[in-house]
Protein backbone atom coordinates (compact mmCIF):
# COMPACT_ATOMS: atom_id res chain seq x y z
CA UNK A 1 0.00 0.00 0.00
CA UNK A 2 1.64 3.12 -0.65
CA UNK A 3 1.04 6.77 1.13
CA UNK A 4 -1.50 7.84 -1.15
CA UNK A 5 -3.50 4.61 -1.86
CA UNK A 6 -7.01 4.72 0.53
CA UNK A 7 -6.64 2.43 3.64
CA UNK A 8 -8.05 -1.21 3.08
CA UNK A 9 -11.30 -0.71 3.80
CA UNK A 10 -11.87 2.24 1.97
CA UNK A 11 -13.86 0.03 -0.65
CA UNK A 12 -15.82 1.44 -3.59
CA UNK A 13 -19.30 0.71 -1.87
CA UNK A 14 -18.21 2.20 0.83
CA UNK A 15 -16.90 5.32 -0.82
CA UNK A 16 -20.06 5.38 -3.14
CA UNK A 17 -22.28 5.23 -0.19
CA UNK A 18 -20.60 8.04 1.71
CA UNK A 19 -20.43 10.26 -1.43
CA UNK A 20 -24.21 9.71 -1.60
CA UNK A 21 -24.65 10.84 2.23
CA UNK A 22 -22.64 13.71 1.44
CA UNK A 23 -24.79 14.69 -1.17
CA UNK A 24 -27.60 14.05 0.60
CA UNK A 25 -26.81 15.68 4.33
CA UNK A 26 -25.63 18.83 2.15
CA UNK A 27 -28.57 19.08 0.40
CA UNK A 28 -30.91 18.60 3.59
CA UNK A 29 -28.13 20.81 5.16
CA UNK A 30 -29.01 23.83 2.49
CA UNK A 31 -32.78 23.21 2.96
CA UNK A 32 -32.91 23.82 6.60
CA UNK A 33 -31.19 26.79 6.45
CA UNK A 34 -32.80 28.00 2.84
CA UNK A 35 -36.15 27.19 3.82
CA UNK A 36 -37.15 26.27 8.03
CA UNK A 37 -40.72 26.32 7.57
CA UNK A 38 -41.50 23.00 5.73
CA UNK A 39 -38.74 21.46 9.03
CA UNK A 40 -40.75 23.49 11.62
CA UNK A 41 -44.00 22.07 10.28
CA UNK A 42 -43.10 18.86 11.94
CA UNK A 43 -41.75 19.97 14.79
CA UNK A 44 -42.49 18.02 17.82
CA UNK A 45 -44.20 20.20 20.64
CA UNK A 46 -42.05 19.28 23.06
CA UNK A 47 -39.09 21.28 21.35
CA UNK A 48 -37.85 24.43 22.55
CA UNK A 49 -36.64 27.02 20.48
CA UNK A 50 -37.67 25.46 17.34
CA UNK A 51 -36.44 27.86 14.92
CA UNK A 52 -33.12 27.61 16.27
CA UNK A 53 -33.41 23.95 16.49
CA UNK A 54 -34.34 23.77 13.12
CA UNK A 55 -31.56 25.84 11.83
CA UNK A 56 -28.57 24.05 14.23
CA UNK A 57 -29.92 20.90 12.56
CA UNK A 58 -28.73 22.33 9.12
CA UNK A 59 -25.57 23.30 10.53
CA UNK A 60 -25.08 19.66 11.80
CA UNK A 61 -25.75 18.71 8.36
CA UNK A 62 -23.61 20.61 6.52
CA UNK A 63 -20.59 19.87 9.72
CA UNK A 64 -21.53 15.92 8.97
CA UNK A 65 -21.30 16.23 5.17
CA UNK A 66 -18.19 18.04 5.48
CA UNK A 67 -16.18 15.91 7.98
CA UNK A 68 -17.45 12.74 5.48
CA UNK A 69 -15.06 14.40 3.01
CA UNK A 70 -12.16 14.91 5.04
CA UNK A 71 -10.48 11.82 6.60
CA UNK A 72 -9.07 13.11 9.74
CA UNK A 73 -12.61 13.66 10.62
CA UNK A 74 -14.54 10.91 8.66
CA UNK A 75 -15.07 8.23 11.92
CA UNK A 76 -16.09 11.07 13.99
CA UNK A 77 -18.37 12.81 11.29
CA UNK A 78 -20.15 9.51 10.81
CA UNK A 79 -20.67 9.26 14.77
CA UNK A 80 -22.35 12.24 14.76
CA UNK A 81 -24.20 11.87 12.02
CA UNK A 82 -25.67 8.43 13.55
CA UNK A 83 -26.88 10.24 16.33
CA UNK A 84 -28.29 13.17 14.41
CA UNK A 85 -30.88 10.46 12.57
CA UNK A 86 -31.37 9.21 15.78
CA UNK A 87 -32.06 12.72 17.37
CA UNK A 88 -34.48 13.21 14.22
CA UNK A 89 -36.58 10.68 14.23
CA UNK A 90 -39.22 11.62 16.47
CA UNK A 91 -39.29 14.78 14.28
CA UNK A 92 -40.55 11.93 11.33
CA UNK A 93 -42.64 10.14 14.06
CA UNK A 94 -44.76 13.73 14.59
CA UNK A 95 -44.87 14.00 10.87
CA UNK A 96 -46.50 10.64 9.72
CA UNK A 97 -48.33 11.39 12.76
CA UNK A 98 -49.69 14.77 11.80
CA UNK A 99 -50.04 13.94 8.34
CA UNK A 100 -52.06 9.99 8.92
CA UNK A 101 -54.26 11.62 11.92
CA UNK A 102 -55.78 14.63 9.63
CA UNK A 103 -55.54 12.85 6.04
CA UNK A 104 -53.50 15.59 5.04
CA UNK A 105 -50.11 15.79 3.32
CA UNK A 106 -47.81 12.55 2.78
CA UNK A 107 -49.20 8.66 2.68
CA UNK A 108 -48.63 5.89 4.60
CA UNK A 109 -46.15 4.55 1.97
CA UNK A 110 -44.21 7.38 2.11
CA UNK A 111 -44.00 7.61 6.41
CA UNK A 112 -43.70 3.82 7.19
CA UNK A 113 -40.85 2.93 4.95
CA UNK A 114 -39.50 6.93 5.78
CA UNK A 115 -39.67 5.76 9.41
CA UNK A 116 -38.31 1.89 9.39
CA UNK A 117 -35.25 3.46 6.88
CA UNK A 118 -33.68 4.94 10.08
CA UNK A 119 -31.88 2.42 11.63
CA UNK A 120 -30.52 1.37 8.23
CA UNK A 121 -29.54 5.67 7.75
CA UNK A 122 -27.81 4.96 10.90
CA UNK A 123 -25.88 2.03 10.28
CA UNK A 124 -24.74 3.26 7.24
CA UNK A 125 -23.20 7.00 8.27
CA UNK A 126 -21.64 4.71 10.52
CA UNK A 127 -20.54 1.86 8.26
CA UNK A 128 -19.51 4.86 4.64
CA UNK A 129 -17.15 6.35 8.18
CA UNK A 130 -15.54 3.21 8.95
CA UNK A 131 -16.71 3.15 12.24
CA UNK A 132 -17.00 -0.05 13.82
CA UNK A 133 -18.80 -1.51 15.99
CA UNK A 134 -17.16 -4.45 17.05
CA UNK A 135 -15.38 -5.30 20.29
CA UNK A 136 -11.91 -5.68 19.91
CA UNK A 137 -10.03 -8.33 22.05
CA UNK A 138 -6.71 -6.94 24.05
Known amino acids: MTPDSPPPTDS ?3 RAARY ?3 L ?4 AGVLH ?11 PPWVPA ?6 LTGVAELAGALGLMLPRFRRAAGVGLALY ?12 MQDLSHGTGLPALYHIPRLA ?3 LIIWLALWAAGVSLRRTRN
Open 12 to 14: LPR
Open 20 to 22: FLI
Open 24 to 27: FYGA
Open 33 to 43: LWSPRPFLSIM
Open 50 to 55: PELVVA
Open 85 to 96: ALCVWPANFQHA
Open 117 to 119: AQP
